[in-house]
C-alpha cells in the first residue's frame, strides 16, 4: 500500500493537469453530438443516487485513444460525429470527446465520470452550500439528461448526471465493463461529508486506508487515503481477467504502466495505467485471485 500512496502521491505533485480538467468546460461545444446520445437503450424509469452511470474520455487524440482501448480492452468505437461511443460487447458503456488544446498549450487526456443524481438543481446547491464549486452547468444535454460539472472541496472533478429515462439497473460488471471509481484525498474526513451531503451516501464502511461509500446498502463509490497529495481526482476502474497480462499489453500499445500488479496493494490483483494521451485508469481482477469461487 505504502508504494502506491508515494507513487500516486508523487503522480498528483507532478501533473497538475490532471485536476485543472480544462475543456470539459467546453461541453457545450462538443456537446451537440454528445447529447444526441442516451446513456442507455432502456432507461430504468428509475434514479439510483450516487450511482456512477457514465464515463467520458475528454482527450486531444480521440482515434488514437480508442485504437488504444480497442486494442486492449477488445471495446468497440462508434464515431457519432464528434463523439464516440464505447461499447462493451453490445453495451455502451462510455464516450470519447476529443478536446484541442488552447495555443501553446498541451492538454492530457482525463476520464471523467457521471454520477446520479435525482435533481441536478437540487444537487448543485448542495455542492455550493458544502464547499463545491459549479465549473459548468446545470444544462439540458437532449438525451442524455440534465447535467451538472463540479469541483469538489479538494478540486476533484465529477459530472452530476440526471438521466434521461432513469439510471442503467445495478448488474454484475462483465469483463471489461467499469467495476468501480475511487476518489484519491488526503483529507478523507472532509471528501466524506461532501459526498454524503451532495450524493445522498448514507453508510460508510471504513478501512485503515480505504472507505466505501453506500447507499441503501449498495456499494456505490471508494475512497482511497493518500499522504501529502497537491491534487485529488476520481479514478475510474475496469474489470480485468488477468492484470499482469493487461499491464504487457499497456506497453505494446504505447501507453504507460504507473504501478504494476506487483507493485499496488491486492496481491496482484490491481495495476494502475495510462493510455497514450496520459489519462489514468486502474485495472482490477475481481474477484480477487485468492478469493473463493474465482471466476
Known amino acids: 500500500m505504502q508504494s502506491l500512496i508515494r507513487l500516486v502521491g508523487f503522480l498528483m505533485l507532478a501533473a497538475g493537469s490532471l485536476n485543472g480538467c480544462a475543456g470539459y468546460t467546453e461541453l457545450s461545444e462538443g456537446g451537440v453530438d454528445m447529447a444526441q446520445i442516451p446513456i442507455i437503450e432502456n432507461p430504468s424509469g428509475k434514479s439510483y443516487p450516487g450511482k456512477f452511470i457514465w464515463h467520458d474520455l475528454l482527450t486531444p487524440d480521440a482515434h488514437s485513444a480508442a485504437t488504444f482501448y480497442e486494442q486492449l480492452f477488445g471495446w468497440k468505437i462508434e464515431y457519432h460525429g464528434d463523439y464516440a461511443i464505447v461499447k462493451n460487447g453490445d453495451k455502451a458503456i462510455a464516450g470519447i470527446l476529443q478536446v484541442e488544446p488552447a495555443a501553446g498549450k498541451t492538454r492530457e487526456g482525463i476520464w471523467i465520470a457521471s454520477a446520479s443524481v435525482a435533481d441536478v438543481d437540487a444537487a448543485a446547491d448542495l455542492v455550493m452550500a458544502n464547499g463545491g464549486t459549479i465549473l ?33 439497473v445495478d448488474t454484475k460488471a462483465q469483463i471489461g465493463d467499469w467495476l468501480w471509481n475511487e476518489i484519491w484525498t488526503d483529507k478523507p474526513e472532509t471528501i466524506e461529508k461532501f459526498y454524503r451531503q451532495v450524493l445522498g451516501y448514507d453508510e460508510l464502511l471504513s478501512g485503515d486506508d480505504y472507505d466505501v461509500f453506500m447507499h441503501e446498502g449498495n456499494w456505490r463509490a471508494g475512497l482511497r487515503h493518500l499522504q501529502d497529495a497537491k491534487h485529488m481526482l476520481w479514478v475510474p476502474v475496469v474489470r480485468v481477467a488477468d492484470p499482469y497480462a493487461i499491464t504487457r499489453r499497456v506497453k505494446e500499445l504505447g501507453g504507460v504502466v504507473w504501478v504494476t500488479p506487483d507493485e499496488a496493494p491486492g496481491n496482484g490483483d490491481i495495476a494502475l495505467i495510462g493510455d497514450t494521451t496520459g489519462a489514468l485508469l486502474l485495472v482490477q481482477r475481481w474477484p480477487s485471485q485468492a478469493a473463493k469461487g474465482e471466476e
Open 136 to 168: 459548468k452547468g446545470p444544462l439540458d444535454m437532449g438525451e442524455r439528461g440534465r447535467v451538472v460539472m463540479i469541483s469538489d472541496p479538494q478540486r476533484a472533478n465529477l459530472v452530476l448526471l440526471q438521466a434521461k429515462g432513469g439510471d442503467p
